[in-house]
Nanobody, 115 residues
Framework: QVQLVESGGGLVQPGGSLRLSCTASISPFSIYTMGWYRQAPGKQRELVAVITSAGSTSYADSVKGRFTISRDNAKKISYLQMNSLKPEDTAVYYC?????????WGQGTQVTVSS
């Protein structure tokens, strides 16, 4: 059974940092494009960052320079390092794994940025 499990969310003050992890049971992990999405209350789910199988990355304009996506193919984990967090980053963050004819989602992890 395919599973994506997010961890690392929580409550952090503005300006703080968190690192999210997505542990995958998919194989071969290396062929998948890994993405992080988020959904705030009352808003649509939006793309935050992606990293391709080749290691190319792209980011939403709102997080450029603050967030970094990475992957460890040996451990089957995708990371999202989030720095300089803002209250508007508050959302449920979801991990996605995408390949041809395959698309998987995790259950999400809550990130709350508040003083």
């Amino acid at each position: 059974q395919v599973q994506l499990v997010e961890s690392g969310g929580g409550l952090v003050q503005p300006g703080g940092s968190l690192r999210l992890s997505c542990t995958a049971s998919i194989s071969p992990f290396s062929i998948y494009t890994m993405g992080w999405y988020r959904q705030a209350p009352g808003k649509q789910r939006e793309l935050v960052a992606v990293i391709t199988s080749a290691g190319s990355t792209s980011y939403a304009d709102s997080v450029k320079g603050r967030f970094t996506i990475s992957r460890d193919n040996a451990k089957k984990i995708s990371y999202l390092q989030m720095n300089s967090l803002k209250p508007e980053d508050t959302a449920v963050y979801y991990c996605n794994a995408h390949a041809i004819a395959r698309d998987y989602w995790g259950q999400g992890t809550q990130v709350t940025v508040s003083s």
